[in-house]
């Protein structure tokens, strides 16, 4: 097993160890693109079916890898790769990335998300190709079919149980246009990642601009659409509210400059626009997604009181949680006065609304980014470094299960597969075979190590 960067560290779960055990380091920088390539032909080989057939489980996990190299032959999406190679991206997987860059700029943001206007200045591509999505989608389940199961069945006991289909972007703005010029829309997406992995489909969202037309109608009618049946409830919905949202920030930058004015106007914008999310997204407040859990919940990172940083802590989230609810019921209010409600009818759907929203919000200080904005911002604070370099011995040292515990695999728009633990992001030597291979992308984040992952 050579995952040793961080030495002392051991693998004590077995099927932790049969994953790692394939990898090594190479040096990022020196390697050349894209020499894999093992000219498989399209026919499966006759030892790999009567293989399956002698151990006949529902689970990768009781196979030998190894003997079922050729299982992939043909399928396009998987050309150049070995089945090891695809086994620990499938081990690992946790999300198939459809769009780069976010309007958001949080200064929290792990991945140091790049505005949209950094992707056309630097001539980066910034949306899979709807045709690699769809390749991905088929080629698994194409995969499964000739397993007799689904190859995303949880793996190993610490295997991602959820994709996601973004990394560095808002879920709101997300959508792709196949080459006739259909729309396929987050449910759709969703759907098709679903029928080939089994697993859930998250959505995360920090809000869209309340004078963004075009994305209102958009979430309005996912919303609807999720909403009104329960064909689609293996999506989870996250809002994000927290401090650490550029509008929001301003309003704290400007009050410690002493400018109350601005202050409170970028304030009531960012409680406006949360006001806003959270009724439009409403009607998921009541439904399950398909392991009964509420299909919508809140993410609500914090930074703890005692670090004093100001605007930024438990108590500060706690007011302005209290005003965008405040706003919420003005919202909920309207409606009820209106002659043609959108979304609340009634005193009993208000209230049960408000109650939800209050039962699942809950605060999370695990702000668990190296290298980010927040982090830059505040390295001078001794509170801030000390606790920080708590969380980050904790995650990185002290911990095994944590430390070098690459539990996150990002497929980037180009087919390469990133792996991260949100504090170093490796890439690997694993590259789909999407038409967009070779693409300029952005970088996966400011904590991109110049080491290469090497599955063999
Ligand atoms: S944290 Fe999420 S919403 Fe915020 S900038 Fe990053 S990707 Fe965008």
């Not at 396929?184 to 080939?196: P, V």
């Not at 005692?306 to 003005?330: A, C, P, Q």
């Not at 011995?393 to 990133?418: M, S, V, W």
Request: glycine share 4%; with cysteine; net charge positive.
């Amino acid at each position: 097993m050579n995952i040793n960067s961080i030495n002392g560290i051991q693998y004590s779960n077995l099927q932790n160890y049969k994953c790692n055990n394939r990898l090594h380091y190479a040096k990022y920088s020196a390697l050349t693109k894209d020499t894999l390539s093992f000219g498989q032909s399209a026919k499966i080989p006759p030892k790999v079916l009567k293989y399956l057939k002698q151990v006949n489980e529902k689970h990768l996990i009781f196979y030998d890898i190894e003997k079922l190299e050729g299982l992939q032959n043909g399928i396009e999406i998987f050309k150049g790769l070995s089945f090891p190679q695809i086994y620990y991206l499938i081990s690992k997987l946790n999300g198939v990335i459809t769009k780069r860059g976010c309007i958001n700029n949080c200064i929290h943001c792990f991945a140091d998300a790049k505005p949209p206007f950094y992707m056309k200045s630097h001539h980066l591509i910034d949306k899979i190709d709807f045709e690699d999505y769809e390749n991905f989608c088929n080629g698994f389940k194409e995969l499964n079919q000739r397993l007799g199961f689904t190859a995303f069945e949880q793996t190993f006991i610490d295997s991602p149980e959820t994709k996601a289909l973004f990394y560095d972007s808002d879920s709101s703005m997300i959508y792709l246009q196949d080459k006739n010029g259909k729309t396929y829309d987050y449910a759709d997406l969703s759907k098709m990642m679903h029928e080939a992995t089994g697993n859930l489909v998250l959505f995360d969202t920090a809000g869209w601009n309340i004078n963004d037309k075009i994305t209102q109608k958009r979430m309005e009618d996912l919303v609807n659409k999720v909403s009104n049946t329960d064909e689609y409830n293996f999506i989870q919905f996250f809002i994000s509210i927290n401090p650490f949202h550029s509008i929001y920030n301003k309003s704290v930058e400007f009050a410690a400059n002493g400018d109350k004015a601005n202050s409170k106007k970028f304030r009531e914008i960012y409680v406006d626009r949360m006001a806003n999310v959270l009724y439009t997204m409403s009607p998921l407040l009541p439904k399950k997604n398909s392991c009964k859990e509420p299909q919508l919940r809140f993410i609500a990172r914090v930074l703890p009181n005692n670090l004093y940083t100001s605007g930024y802590m438990y108590n500060d989230l706690l007011k302005l949680f209290k005003d965008i609810i405040n706003k919420l019921k003005n919202l909920y209010d309207n409606d009820i006065r209106s002659t043609n409600p959108k979304i609340v009818k009634n005193i009993w759907q208000k209230n049960k609304y408000l109650e939800l929203c209050s039962e699942l919000f809950k605060t999370d200080n695990n702000v668990s980014l190296s290298n980010t904005k927040l982090v830059n911002k505040l390295k001078e604070k001794d509170e801030f470094n000390n606790y920080w370099r708590k969380v980050i011995n904790i995650h990185l040292k002290d911990d095994p299960d944590n430390a070098k515990h690459f539990r996150f695999g990002f497929i980037d728009l180009d087919g390469r597969f990133y792996m991260t633990n949100y504090y170093e992001t490796y890439p690997t030597n694993i590259v789909l075979n999407y038409k967009n291979k070779g693409l300029p992308t952005a970088k996966m984040g400011s904590n991109l190590v110049d080491k290469m992952i090497m599955v063999d």
